[in-house]
């Protein structure tokens, strides 16, 4: 059995352990609270501007046709994986990396692959393979839909300057502080709808309906990967939140744990010194 002392460090160990963890357990629920309102609030209008413009391209292709919504022969595919910048959250970027690896090894496999990650641990885990086009992880240090939007622009050039034939995102969406689902997107070329969903809505086009479209674009896309970033945002603090509350619930068990064979120890040693102390008494009496 391990000697008191010992047993004391690591019951002091453990209990320094459970006070960091638990604070940022506090940290990271306190951010949730806001990162969660900021996606709340702009997915309905994100899916709604995609909805409405992947319906109106799917109109607009025959007369006219997109930059944005062409498709080529596949052979060069950029995968956008975000991650986080920071660790302790669980399977959080685990699982992003996860799902990347399975696309760049199984459904292109027969492609030529390359990333631009958004986050240091999707950067950590790529930067390795020299496929790494762009690194953007500072995004985070100022998250804001203008510096996600130069993020968007730089996708939406490589697309039509031809250097990609098909870009999707990889993220996770946050569907509770214990949920994150690994969502993969496809950010270009447009996806229009399928069936005949575009010929149900009666939209009256002023000035045109190329000029709305051309101008929809754009804003649309950056749209669409604010609302992955902010998702994945929301996802983190989620994660961690969970990851760190188990953390804290474990370390309390490990002390309790400890202070219980600490217990035992110590009472086993006064018995052993009482034990010495009578056979002692007795020797001299004899």
């Known amino acids: 059995m391990a000697n008191l002392k010992e047993i004391r460090n690591r019951i002091s160990s453990v209990s320094s352990t459970m006070q960091i963890t638990s604070a940022m357990?506090?940290?990271?629920?306190?951010?949730?609270k806001k990162a969660q309102d900021a996606i709340t609030a702009m997915r309905p209008y994100a899916d709604k501007l995609t909805e409405l413009l992947q319906s109106l391209s799917a109109t607009l292709d025959a007369d006219s046709g997109s930059a944005y919504s062409e498709n080529r022969e596949l052979k060069k595919v950029l995968l956008v994986p975000i991650t986080s910048?920071?660790?302790?959250?669980?399977?959080?970027?685990s699982n992003i990396i996860k799902e990347v690896n399975r696309l760049t090894s199984e459904t292109y496999a027969n492609q030529e692959v390359s990333y631009l990650v958004i986050g240091k641990k999707a950067n950590d885990a790529f930067k390795k393979t020299d496929k790494v086009i762009a690194n953007k992880s500072e995004v985070f240090d100022d998250l804001t839909f203008e510096n996600v939007a130069e993020i968007a622009e730089l996708l939406?050039?490589?697309f039509v300057a031809g250097?990609?034939?098909?870009?999707?995102?990889?993220?996770?969406?946050?569907?509770?502080?214990?949920t994150q689902i690994v969502m993969t997107e496809q950010f270009l070329p447009i996806v229009p709808v399928e069936g005949d969903a575009n010929n149900n809505a009666d939209y009256i086009f002023e000035p045109s309906k190329i000029e709305i479209v051309e101008e929809l674009i754009p804003k649309s896309l950056k749209t669409q990967l604010y609302k992955g970033i902010r998702d994945s945002f929301a996802s983190e603090h989620g994660a961690?939140?969970?990851?760190?509350?188990?953390?804290?619930?474990?370390?309390?068990?490990?002390?309790?744990?400890?202070?219980?064979?600490?217990n035992k120890a110590r009472q086993a040693a006064i018995t052993n010194e009482i034990l010495e102390i009578v056979g002692g008494a007795e020797a001299l009496n004899n």
């Open 156 to 158: 939406m050039d490589k």
């Open 85 to 93: 910048n920071r660790g302790l959250a669980g399977a959080f970027n």
């Open 240 to 262: 961690r939140m969970t990851a760190m509350h188990k953390a804290t619930d474990n370390a309390t068990e490990l002390r309790d744990q400890l202070k219980l064979t600490y």
């Open 25 to 32: 357990k506090m940290v990271s629920a306190a951010k949730l």
């Open 163 to 178: 250097e990609f034939d098909k870009i999707e995102i990889v993220y996770n969406k946050f569907k509770n502080a214990a």
